[in-house]
């Protein structure tokens, strides 16, 4: 059994920042995963993968993000962060992260359909 728990989202104004993060708190500790990601859907709008990092630590990031935001991870917490700066109205979605033990690059990133394990999910909102 694996269990993710996102947590840290909330409103906040454009320009503020947000730092998620998302637990393993059942389950593998996040070094037997090859991908953990962040991926997130806006009311009416597919899902879009927003953050991706392979085992060796190499990430990936949408183009709307890059520069604003970051994963990372802390093996002895056992947990996945993303830290998201420079906040946009469009940035306004349910925010979740997912793992797999296949490489993010073999899951096809960002598409999600290929990920096994996923969070409940963690609202952010940005106002103007």
């Known amino acids: 059994q694996v269990q993710l728990v996102e947590s840290g989202g909330g409103s906040v104004q454009s320009g503020g920042s947000l730092r998620l993060s998302c637990q393993a708190s059942i389950g593998p500790t996040y070094s037997y995963y090859n991908c953990l990601a962040w991926f997130r859907q806006a009311p009416g709008k597919e899902r879009e993968g927003v953050a991706a990092?392979?085992?060796?630590?190499?990430?990936s990031y949408t183009d709307s993000v890059k520069g604003r935001f970051t994963i990372s991870k802390d093996g002895a917490e056992n947990t996945l962060y993303l830290q998201m700066n420079s906040l946009k109205p469009d940035d306004t979605a349910m925010y979740y992260c997912a793992a797999d033990p296949v490489k993010c690059f073999d899951l096809g990133f960002p598409r999600g359909s290929g990920f096994g394990y996923w969070g409940q999910g963690t609202q952010v909102t940005v106002s103007s």
């Open positions: 990092m392979e085992r060796d630590g190499t990430t």
